[in-house]
């Protein structure tokens, strides 16, 4: 019997196992999101804005009334989507924004892109689902 076809199939295990190569998800820049803009209102100092959003990613010398927040998110090597929002300050003074930011929460964000927490993500969304369906029957837990 000839050693060919054992050793051919190890060899086409190893080759397989080689091509498998896994992705990052990368996210870069500020990750604005909902709950912290929502938490903006006109007339709060540039001081209040920071402590809220943080410094900005773009911060023109020649437009020093506008600061940008610019970020990026590619979730494990697919489409990048990309977000900005702009604050406008009129004498130090939030005057308006414009842009746009992510929607999910900051934390989900940055857990999703660390996975260093992924099971117990998965745990608490798991838990959230079966709470819905829980409201959505009447059933309660007694």
């Known amino acids: 019997m000839r050693p060919t076809l054992p050793l051919s199939l190890l060899g086409l295990c190893l080759l397989t196992g080689c091509t498998a190569v896994y992705k990052l998800d990368i996210p870069q820049g500020n990750l604005v999101d909902k709950a912290m803009v929502e938490t903006l209102k006109p007339g709060m100092t540039r001081r209040q804005v920071a402590l809220i959003m943080g410094t900005p990613s773009i911060q023109d010398p020649f437009h ?3 600061w940008d927040y610019a ?6 090597g697919g489409d990048i989507e990309v977000k900005n929002l702009t604050l406008y300050f009129d004498d130090n003074i939030l005057a308006k924004l414009e842009g746009n930011y992510f929607e999910q929460p900051e934390e989900d964000l940055i857990r999703t892109a660390t996975r260093v927490r992924g099971r117990e993500l998965e745990a608490q969304v798991q838990a959230r689902e079966y709470e819905k369906k829980q409201k959505r029957s009447g059933g309660g837990g007694g």
């Open 64 to 66: 020093q009334n506008r």
């Open 71 to 76: 970020a990026s998110y590619q979730q494990r």
